[in-house]
Protein backbone atom coordinates (compact mmCIF):
# COMPACT_ATOMS: atom_id res chain seq x y z
CA UNK A 1 0.00 0.00 0.00
CA UNK A 2 1.17 3.24 -0.76
CA UNK A 3 0.07 6.76 1.42
CA UNK A 4 0.57 9.63 0.35
CA UNK A 5 0.78 12.89 2.19
CA UNK A 6 1.23 16.46 0.56
CA UNK A 7 4.67 17.01 3.21
CA UNK A 8 6.33 14.34 1.23
CA UNK A 9 6.59 15.95 -2.37
CA UNK A 10 5.53 18.24 -4.36
CA UNK A 11 1.85 17.45 -5.57
CA UNK A 12 2.91 19.17 -8.91
CA UNK A 13 6.12 16.58 -8.83
CA UNK A 14 3.90 13.54 -8.10
CA UNK A 15 1.43 14.65 -10.48
CA UNK A 16 4.46 14.77 -13.38
CA UNK A 17 5.66 11.45 -12.42
CA UNK A 18 2.02 9.88 -12.87
CA UNK A 19 1.05 12.02 -16.14
CA UNK A 20 4.64 10.98 -17.80
CA UNK A 21 5.17 7.31 -16.92
CA UNK A 22 5.37 5.60 -19.76
CA UNK A 23 3.03 2.71 -18.72
CA UNK A 24 -0.68 3.05 -18.58
CA UNK A 25 -1.59 4.28 -14.82
CA UNK A 26 -5.48 4.36 -13.40
CA UNK A 27 -6.40 5.94 -10.07
CA UNK A 28 -9.77 4.96 -9.18
CA UNK A 29 -11.94 4.68 -6.27
CA UNK A 30 -13.97 2.21 -4.44
CA UNK A 31 -16.92 2.84 -6.61
CA UNK A 32 -14.49 1.64 -9.71
CA UNK A 33 -14.94 6.01 -11.04
CA UNK A 34 -11.85 7.23 -12.48
CA UNK A 35 -10.50 9.65 -10.24
CA UNK A 36 -6.96 10.64 -12.41
CA UNK A 37 -5.55 8.38 -15.83
CA UNK A 38 -2.12 9.71 -17.49
CA UNK A 39 -0.97 10.31 -20.57
CA UNK A 40 -0.70 6.49 -21.89
CA UNK A 41 -3.69 5.51 -20.04
CA UNK A 42 -5.13 8.46 -22.49
CA UNK A 43 -4.23 7.01 -24.98
CA UNK A 44 -5.12 3.87 -24.22
CA UNK A 45 -9.30 4.66 -24.15
CA UNK A 46 -8.43 7.21 -26.99
CA UNK A 47 -9.96 10.48 -24.17
CA UNK A 48 -8.28 12.84 -22.29
CA UNK A 49 -7.87 13.10 -18.31
CA UNK A 50 -10.85 15.72 -17.95
CA UNK A 51 -12.93 13.92 -20.52
CA UNK A 52 -13.10 10.34 -18.29
CA UNK A 53 -12.61 11.85 -14.67
CA UNK A 54 -15.78 10.70 -12.81
CA UNK A 55 -16.57 7.85 -15.42
CA UNK A 56 -16.66 4.48 -14.31
CA UNK A 57 -13.78 2.16 -15.41
CA UNK A 58 -16.17 0.24 -17.85
CA UNK A 59 -17.53 3.40 -19.14
CA UNK A 60 -13.86 5.14 -19.73
CA UNK A 61 -12.34 1.99 -21.62
CA UNK A 62 -15.46 2.20 -23.92
CA UNK A 63 -16.37 -1.66 -22.26
CA UNK A 64 -17.95 -3.82 -25.18
CA UNK A 65 -20.81 -5.22 -22.64
CA UNK A 66 -21.87 -1.22 -22.03
CA UNK A 67 -21.94 -0.44 -25.98
CA UNK A 68 -23.81 -3.43 -26.98
CA UNK A 69 -26.52 -2.82 -23.96
CA UNK A 70 -27.33 0.82 -23.77
CA UNK A 71 -29.30 0.21 -20.26
CA UNK A 72 -26.21 -1.66 -18.61
CA UNK A 73 -24.53 -0.19 -15.63
CA UNK A 74 -20.98 -0.69 -15.34
CA UNK A 75 -20.26 -3.25 -12.27
CA UNK A 76 -23.95 -4.70 -12.30
CA UNK A 77 -24.16 -6.70 -15.42
CA UNK A 78 -23.12 -10.88 -15.38
CA UNK A 79 -20.31 -9.99 -17.89
CA UNK A 80 -19.00 -7.57 -15.00
CA UNK A 81 -18.40 -10.06 -12.96
CA UNK A 82 -15.83 -12.01 -15.33
CA UNK A 83 -13.99 -8.75 -16.04
CA UNK A 84 -10.39 -9.37 -15.17
CA UNK A 85 -9.64 -5.26 -14.43
CA UNK A 86 -13.00 -4.99 -11.76
CA UNK A 87 -12.15 -8.10 -9.94
CA UNK A 88 -8.98 -6.95 -9.51
CA UNK A 89 -9.56 -3.46 -7.97
CA UNK A 90 -12.50 -4.69 -6.61
CA UNK A 91 -10.24 -7.25 -4.64
CA UNK A 92 -7.41 -5.00 -3.68
CA UNK A 93 -10.42 -2.97 -1.67
CA UNK A 94 -11.82 -5.94 -0.12
CA UNK A 95 -8.57 -7.59 1.15
CA UNK A 96 -6.19 -4.87 1.22
CA UNK A 97 -3.58 -6.98 -0.66
CA UNK A 98 -1.65 -5.21 -3.81
CA UNK A 99 -1.69 -7.48 -6.61
CA UNK A 100 1.18 -7.46 -9.07
CA UNK A 101 1.49 -8.28 -12.71
CA UNK A 102 -1.93 -10.67 -13.57
CA UNK A 103 -2.71 -11.21 -16.47
CA UNK A 104 -5.93 -10.01 -18.12
CA UNK A 105 -8.17 -9.26 -21.14
CA UNK A 106 -10.79 -6.15 -21.77
CA UNK A 107 -12.85 -6.31 -24.94
CA UNK A 108 -13.62 -2.24 -25.63
CA UNK A 109 -15.02 -0.96 -28.56
CA UNK A 110 -12.45 1.16 -31.04
CA UNK A 111 -14.36 3.02 -33.87
CA UNK A 112 -17.70 0.93 -33.69
CA UNK A 113 -15.42 -2.16 -33.73
CA UNK A 114 -14.87 -4.79 -30.34
CA UNK A 115 -11.09 -5.39 -29.86
CA UNK A 116 -9.51 -7.73 -27.45
CA UNK A 117 -6.21 -6.27 -25.23
CA UNK A 118 -4.27 -8.57 -23.85
CA UNK A 119 -3.39 -6.71 -20.24
CA UNK A 120 -0.75 -7.26 -17.45
CA UNK A 121 -2.08 -5.45 -14.71
CA UNK A 122 -0.95 -4.43 -11.02
CA UNK A 123 -3.49 -2.99 -8.64
CA UNK A 124 -2.02 -1.42 -5.36
CA UNK A 125 -3.66 0.39 -2.82
CA UNK A 126 -2.96 3.95 -2.42
CA UNK A 127 -4.28 6.52 0.60
CA UNK A 128 -4.64 9.67 -0.26
CA UNK A 129 -5.15 12.18 2.73
CA UNK A 130 -7.11 9.68 4.51
CA UNK A 131 -9.28 8.30 1.22
CA UNK A 132 -8.34 5.16 -0.42
CA UNK A 133 -7.59 4.37 -3.87
CA UNK A 134 -6.48 1.51 -6.11
CA UNK A 135 -3.59 2.55 -8.65
CA UNK A 136 -3.93 0.33 -11.59
CA UNK A 137 -0.90 -0.36 -13.21
CA UNK A 138 -1.68 -1.82 -16.97
CA UNK A 139 0.97 -2.68 -19.97
CA UNK A 140 -0.85 -3.34 -23.41
CA UNK A 141 0.47 -6.84 -23.96
CA UNK A 142 -1.43 -7.49 -27.46
CA UNK A 143 1.38 -7.41 -29.18
CA UNK A 144 3.40 -9.91 -27.22
CA UNK A 145 0.91 -12.85 -26.60
CA UNK A 146 0.20 -12.35 -30.70
CA UNK A 147 3.85 -12.89 -31.35
CA UNK A 148 3.76 -15.83 -28.97
CA UNK A 149 0.62 -17.25 -31.03
CA UNK A 150 2.59 -16.84 -34.04
CA UNK A 151 5.62 -18.25 -32.13
CA UNK A 152 3.94 -21.40 -31.11
CA UNK A 153 2.31 -22.07 -34.89
CA UNK A 154 5.94 -21.70 -36.40
CA UNK A 155 6.60 -24.35 -33.98
CA UNK A 156 4.03 -26.21 -34.76
CA UNK A 157 4.50 -25.75 -38.45
CA UNK A 158 7.75 -26.97 -37.88
CA UNK A 159 6.99 -29.84 -35.68
CA UNK A 160 4.26 -31.37 -38.82
CA UNK A 161 6.56 -30.82 -41.59
CA UNK A 162 9.41 -32.48 -39.93
CA UNK A 163 7.23 -35.59 -38.99
CA UNK A 164 5.45 -36.04 -42.85
CA UNK A 165 8.76 -35.65 -43.94
CA UNK A 166 11.13 -37.94 -41.68
CA UNK A 167 8.20 -40.52 -42.19
CA UNK A 168 5.75 -40.09 -44.46
CA UNK A 169 7.28 -38.78 -47.48
CA UNK A 170 10.31 -41.41 -46.63
CA UNK A 171 8.40 -44.05 -47.46
CA UNK A 172 6.63 -43.90 -50.84
CA UNK A 173 10.42 -42.58 -51.82
CA UNK A 174 11.91 -46.12 -50.28
CA UNK A 175 9.37 -47.87 -52.33
CA UNK A 176 10.41 -46.52 -55.63
CA UNK A 177 14.21 -46.78 -54.72
CA UNK A 178 14.29 -50.25 -53.75
CA UNK A 179 12.25 -51.33 -56.68
CA UNK A 180 14.28 -49.13 -58.74
CA UNK A 181 18.03 -50.74 -57.40
CA UNK A 182 16.66 -54.16 -57.38
CA UNK A 183 15.43 -54.19 -61.45
CA UNK A 184 18.94 -52.31 -61.78
CA UNK A 185 20.95 -55.23 -59.91
CA UNK A 186 18.52 -57.99 -61.57
CA UNK A 187 18.21 -56.46 -65.19
CA UNK A 188 18.90 -59.16 -66.87
CA UNK A 189 16.93 -62.06 -64.87
CA UNK A 190 13.96 -59.73 -64.38
CA UNK A 191 10.68 -60.80 -66.83
CA UNK A 192 8.24 -58.64 -68.18
CA UNK A 193 5.49 -59.54 -65.57
CA UNK A 194 7.54 -58.71 -62.53
CA UNK A 195 8.57 -55.34 -64.59
CA UNK A 196 4.87 -54.70 -65.03
CA UNK A 197 4.64 -55.04 -61.11
CA UNK A 198 7.62 -53.34 -59.96
CA UNK A 199 6.59 -50.66 -62.12
CA UNK A 200 3.22 -50.30 -61.09
CA UNK A 201 4.73 -49.92 -57.29
CA UNK A 202 6.55 -47.31 -58.43
CA UNK A 203 4.02 -45.32 -60.34
CA UNK A 204 1.85 -45.46 -57.39
CA UNK A 205 4.63 -44.31 -54.92
CA UNK A 206 5.45 -41.65 -57.24
CA UNK A 207 1.93 -40.27 -57.12
CA UNK A 208 1.79 -40.57 -53.35
CA UNK A 209 4.97 -38.63 -53.06
CA UNK A 210 3.93 -36.20 -55.42
CA UNK A 211 0.41 -35.89 -54.02
CA UNK A 212 2.26 -35.57 -50.35
CA UNK A 213 4.52 -32.74 -51.71
CA UNK A 214 1.60 -30.77 -53.48
CA UNK A 215 -0.43 -31.08 -49.85
CA UNK A 216 2.62 -29.70 -47.91
CA UNK A 217 3.16 -26.58 -50.18
CA UNK A 218 -0.52 -26.07 -50.09
CA UNK A 219 -0.56 -26.35 -46.21
CA UNK A 220 2.37 -24.63 -45.73
CA UNK A 221 1.27 -21.79 -48.17
CA UNK A 222 -1.41 -21.39 -46.04
CA UNK A 223 -0.50 -20.77 -42.54
CA UNK A 224 1.73 -18.39 -43.42
CA UNK A 225 -1.62 -16.45 -45.08
CA UNK A 226 0.00 -16.63 -48.21
CA UNK A 227 -3.15 -18.90 -49.86
CA UNK A 228 -5.48 -15.66 -50.58
CA UNK A 229 -8.81 -16.27 -51.63
CA UNK A 230 -9.45 -15.54 -55.72
CA UNK A 231 -13.22 -16.27 -56.48
CA UNK A 232 -14.44 -16.86 -60.45
CA UNK A 233 -16.78 -18.44 -61.72
CA UNK A 234 -16.40 -21.75 -62.77
CA UNK A 235 -17.88 -24.73 -64.46
CA UNK A 236 -18.61 -26.78 -62.10
CA UNK A 237 -18.67 -30.29 -63.89
CA UNK A 238 -15.77 -29.29 -65.91
CA UNK A 239 -13.72 -28.54 -62.71
CA UNK A 240 -15.46 -32.01 -61.72
CA UNK A 241 -13.86 -34.02 -64.04
CA UNK A 242 -10.71 -32.38 -64.25
CA UNK A 243 -10.06 -33.98 -60.61
CA UNK A 244 -11.55 -37.60 -61.59
CA UNK A 245 -9.27 -37.21 -64.61
CA UNK A 246 -6.06 -36.72 -62.19
CA UNK A 247 -6.84 -39.29 -59.81
CA UNK A 248 -8.37 -42.02 -62.71
CA UNK A 249 -4.68 -43.71 -62.53
CA UNK A 250 -4.49 -44.32 -59.04
CA UNK A 251 -8.03 -45.90 -59.05
CA UNK A 252 -7.01 -47.70 -62.75
CA UNK A 253 -4.60 -49.36 -60.46
CA UNK A 254 -6.39 -50.17 -57.81
CA UNK A 255 -9.70 -50.91 -59.60
CA UNK A 256 -11.63 -48.60 -58.17
CA UNK A 257 -13.90 -46.89 -60.70
CA UNK A 258 -14.18 -42.88 -60.45
CA UNK A 259 -17.37 -41.08 -61.62
CA UNK A 260 -19.28 -37.71 -62.02
CA UNK A 261 -22.60 -38.77 -60.87
CA UNK A 262 -25.40 -36.24 -60.80
CA UNK A 263 -23.79 -32.83 -60.81
CA UNK A 264 -25.20 -29.12 -61.39
CA UNK A 265 -23.69 -28.19 -64.83
CA UNK A 266 -23.65 -24.26 -64.44
CA UNK A 267 -21.34 -21.75 -63.36
CA UNK A 268 -20.57 -20.92 -59.24
CA UNK A 269 -18.16 -18.44 -57.90
CA UNK A 270 -15.50 -19.99 -56.27
CA UNK A 271 -11.97 -20.15 -55.92
CA UNK A 272 -11.10 -23.08 -58.34
CA UNK A 273 -7.78 -23.86 -57.16
CA UNK A 274 -8.78 -24.33 -53.76
CA UNK A 275 -11.90 -26.93 -53.94
CA UNK A 276 -10.23 -28.43 -57.03
CA UNK A 277 -7.22 -29.29 -54.46
CA UNK A 278 -10.05 -30.01 -51.85
CA UNK A 279 -12.06 -32.42 -54.03
CA UNK A 280 -8.74 -34.08 -55.20
CA UNK A 281 -7.89 -35.35 -51.42
CA UNK A 282 -11.23 -36.25 -50.74
CA UNK A 283 -11.19 -38.27 -53.98
CA UNK A 284 -7.72 -39.72 -53.28
CA UNK A 285 -8.58 -40.38 -49.60
CA UNK A 286 -11.74 -42.07 -50.77
CA UNK A 287 -9.62 -44.46 -53.72
CA UNK A 288 -7.31 -45.11 -50.49
CA UNK A 289 -9.64 -46.82 -47.90
CA UNK A 290 -11.97 -48.53 -51.15
CA UNK A 291 -11.22 -51.83 -51.86
CA UNK A 292 -11.09 -53.31 -55.70
CA UNK A 293 -14.43 -53.27 -57.70
CA UNK A 294 -15.56 -50.15 -55.68
CA UNK A 295 -16.64 -46.70 -56.45
CA UNK A 296 -15.78 -43.25 -55.89
CA UNK A 297 -18.00 -40.39 -56.64
CA UNK A 298 -18.37 -36.54 -57.22
CA UNK A 299 -21.71 -35.09 -56.98
CA UNK A 300 -22.65 -31.34 -56.77
CA UNK A 301 -26.38 -30.45 -56.26
CA UNK A 302 -27.69 -26.68 -56.00
CA UNK A 303 -29.67 -26.51 -52.67
CA UNK A 304 -31.61 -22.99 -52.11
CA UNK A 305 -28.16 -20.32 -52.37
CA UNK A 306 -25.32 -23.05 -51.52
CA UNK A 307 -23.68 -25.25 -54.16
CA UNK A 308 -23.52 -28.63 -52.20
CA UNK A 309 -20.38 -30.96 -52.67
CA UNK A 310 -20.30 -34.85 -52.31
CA UNK A 311 -17.92 -37.02 -52.40
CA UNK A 312 -19.13 -41.06 -51.51
CA UNK A 313 -17.66 -44.36 -51.72
CA UNK A 314 -18.26 -47.69 -51.32
CA UNK A 315 -15.10 -48.52 -49.18
CA UNK A 316 -14.62 -49.74 -46.15
CA UNK A 317 -16.19 -46.76 -43.60
CA UNK A 318 -14.94 -44.95 -40.89
CA UNK A 319 -15.23 -45.92 -37.37
CA UNK A 320 -16.46 -43.66 -34.15
CA UNK A 321 -12.91 -43.70 -32.80
CA UNK A 322 -11.28 -42.10 -35.65
CA UNK A 323 -13.78 -40.02 -37.05
CA UNK A 324 -13.64 -37.45 -33.78
CA UNK A 325 -9.53 -37.11 -34.63
CA UNK A 326 -10.21 -37.18 -38.65
CA UNK A 327 -9.35 -33.07 -39.06
CA UNK A 328 -7.01 -32.56 -36.63
CA UNK A 329 -3.73 -33.30 -38.76
CA UNK A 330 -1.80 -34.73 -36.29
CA UNK A 331 -1.61 -38.21 -37.99
CA UNK A 332 -4.27 -40.14 -35.31
CA UNK A 333 -6.73 -40.03 -37.82
CA UNK A 334 -4.85 -41.53 -40.45
CA UNK A 335 -4.21 -44.92 -40.57
CA UNK A 336 -3.50 -47.59 -43.49
CA UNK A 337 -6.16 -48.13 -46.69
CA UNK A 338 -7.51 -50.97 -47.74
CA UNK A 339 -3.81 -52.18 -49.47
CA UNK A 340 -1.40 -50.32 -46.99
CA UNK A 341 -1.65 -46.90 -48.38
CA UNK A 342 0.35 -44.58 -46.24
CA UNK A 343 -1.25 -41.41 -45.36
CA UNK A 344 -0.51 -38.38 -42.99
CA UNK A 345 -3.87 -37.00 -42.71
CA UNK A 346 -2.49 -33.34 -43.90
CA UNK A 347 -4.79 -33.79 -47.01
CA UNK A 348 -7.62 -33.68 -44.90
CA UNK A 349 -6.56 -30.89 -43.19
CA UNK A 350 -6.09 -29.00 -45.89
CA UNK A 351 -9.59 -29.54 -46.91
CA UNK A 352 -11.02 -28.34 -43.88
CA UNK A 353 -8.75 -24.76 -43.83
CA UNK A 354 -10.29 -24.37 -47.74
CA UNK A 355 -13.71 -25.03 -46.94
CA UNK A 356 -13.40 -22.49 -44.37
CA UNK A 357 -12.16 -20.57 -46.36
CA UNK A 358 -15.05 -20.30 -48.41
CA UNK A 359 -17.76 -19.93 -45.51
CA UNK A 360 -18.38 -23.68 -44.68
CA UNK A 361 -17.38 -26.77 -42.89
CA UNK A 362 -17.09 -30.40 -43.47
CA UNK A 363 -19.31 -32.75 -43.23
CA UNK A 364 -18.62 -37.03 -43.25
CA UNK A 365 -21.52 -39.40 -42.83
CA UNK A 366 -19.67 -42.92 -42.04
CA UNK A 367 -21.29 -46.58 -42.06
CA UNK A 368 -18.36 -49.29 -41.29
CA UNK A 369 -18.34 -51.51 -44.06
CA UNK A 370 -20.26 -49.41 -46.46
CA UNK A 371 -18.66 -46.53 -46.99
CA UNK A 372 -18.24 -43.16 -46.34
CA UNK A 373 -19.50 -39.62 -47.40
CA UNK A 374 -17.79 -36.21 -46.76
CA UNK A 375 -19.61 -32.71 -47.81
CA UNK A 376 -19.86 -29.10 -48.29
CA UNK A 377 -21.76 -26.86 -49.06
CA UNK A 378 -20.43 -23.20 -50.88
CA UNK A 379 -22.79 -20.26 -50.63
CA UNK A 380 -23.54 -18.21 -53.73
CA UNK A 381 -21.42 -14.66 -54.02
CA UNK A 382 -23.00 -11.85 -52.98
Known sequence: MLEYSRNRLPENELLAIFDNAAIVLILVDREGRVVRINRAGSELVGAGNEKVMGLLAGEALRCVNLHENINAVCGCTEECARCDLR??????????????????????????????????????????????????TIDDITRQKEQEQMLRKLVETRDKLFSVIAHDLK???????????????????????QIKTFLEHIQQSSH????????????????????????????????????????????KGKEVRVELADHYSGFWVLDEDMIKTTLRNLVINSIKFTNRGGVVQIETTKNGNALRFIVSDT???????????????????????????KGSGLGLLICKEFVEKHGSQLEVASEVGKGTSISFSIPSAK
Open 87 to 136: NLFSQVFSTSIDIEKQEGSITVVRDGIPFTYKLLISANRVVIEQNPYVLL
Open 208 to 251: DAYNLLDNLFEWTSNQWNKTSMIPKAVKVGDMCNEVLDFCRSMA
Open 315 to 341: GIGICKEALESLFEGNGNGSSSGTESE
Open 171 to 193: SPLSVIIGFADYMVANFDSVDKE
